[in-house]
């Protein structure tokens, strides 16, 4: 070969090689960043001894003498149970489980506040390695439990509790105890997220397509400001962006908080299409710009490998795949005030045998 296209041959290769060794070490930097993001959002629950005797479903308390309920002495913690304490998240349970359940908080504590918040989106949800099978199972916020550490009250208080009664680290280990004695399923992780990173979170996605059921309309929709405006929703597939989003799925003057449960669930499986749409399960570019957008808005106690397995699992899955559940208006008796209504025992046992897999389901994607 001449020794101009010797020069120019090398020149080519070393141009080349210069640019993929650009590439990788900013793919290494964006990666390097991700991680730090994630472990950021890692927390490792409080050390507490939650009992689980209840059976499923028992049956309601309701005030005799129609006095507020109030929470039981706090006695000395003993050891946990390693079926709802949580472990330290290196040694939490992952997909090398036949299934791993997830209880999703979402919260609208604002930045002035200094007292931990109630929870007022709830949703548990069960991943089935061997069959690839998702449920999500919707819980109202205000469904009346018996807390996991004694008292009884409102489901989306139970986080909250935990925090004040335990300490940092309590109120994941009430909550999903709590959520785990209701149901009689173990609850293997949680994911707390705020309502503002799961706006943030939409818009670094570049909006989602929700298919609204039916027309809706709030007259008096409570603003951060403390405010209120009117929100409207016509029916059909319509593009939204975070704030939109969130709108759509926290509203309830338009209905109930049943048919709210509904719509999170609509916004959450839209928010899963929009991911594999854009490849973010298969793809490792820009990831930390998404982990970035929901540093300070995420708490888990999911570790970072585990993390990891459940993106991987998730590339598999179909839409058709997620089954949606919720105890709704059908599954629930009315308490004597003050408590509001609690779940009744036989309608939840069959939600939860069909939520599990245990019985023959309908719901498909409903």
């Known amino acids: 070969m001449p020794p101009l296209r010797r020069r120019l041959a090398l020149g080519a290769v070393l141009a080349v090689s210069l640019i993929l060794a650009a590439t990788m070490l900013r793919l290494a930097l964006e990666w ?23 059976p499923l479903a028992a049956d309601p308390v309701v005030p005799a003498d129609g006095t507020p309920a109030t929470e039981a002495p706090v006695s000395a913690p003993p050891t946990v149970p390693q079926s709802v304490a949580s472990s330290p998240p290196d040694e939490a349970p992952g997909l090398s489980t036949e299934t791993l359940s997830v209880l999703l908080l979402g919260t609208d504590a604002r930045a002035e506040d200094t007292e931990p918040t109630r929870t007022d989106a709830i949703v548990l949800v ?49 909550a999903k105890a709590t959520v785990a004695r209701l149901v009689g399923v173990d609850v293997d992780n949680f994911v707390l997220i705020n309502f503002q990173g799961f706006e943030t979170l939409i818009d670094q996605l570049g909006g989602i397509t929700v298919d609204v059921p039916e027309a809706l309309y709030d007259p008096a929709y409570p603003t951060a400001d403390y405010q209120t405006i009117e929100v409207r929703f016509r029916a059909g597939p319509q593009h939204m962006d975070g704030e939109r989003a969130l709108i759509y799925a926290r509203t309830r003057h338009a209905d109930s908080d049943f048919g709210r449960n509904q719509r999170q669930q609509l916004v959450l499986m839209a928010i899963f299409d929009r991911i594999r749409e854009r490849g973010l399960l298969q793809q490792l570019t820009s990831l930390d710009d998404y982990t970035g957008a929901l540093r300070g808005y995420v708490q888990t106690d999911l570790s970072r490998s585990r993390m990891l397995e459940v993106a991987g699992f998730a590339r598999g899955v179909s839409p058709d795949d997620v089954l949606r559940y919720a105890i709704d208006s059908s599954a629930i008796v009315e308490l004597r005030d003050p408590a509001t209504f609690a779940a009744e025992p036989r309608a939840l046992r069959r939600l939860v045998s069909q939520f599990t897999g245990s019985a023959i389901s309908t719901a498909g994607g409903e």
């Open 32 to 54: 390097r960043q991700a991680l730090a993001d994630l472990d950021s959002m890692i927390v490792t629950p409080a050390a507490i001894d939650l009992p689980t005797e209840l």
């Open 126 to 174: 069960r991943i089935a390695r061997d069959t690839g099978r998702v449920s999500m199972l919707s819980i109202p916020r205000d469904l009346w439990v018996p807390y996991a550490g004694g008292g009884e009250g409102r489901i989306n208080a139970a986080y909250a509790i935990g925090e004040k009664r335990y300490g940092p680290g309590g109120g994941a280990v009430v």
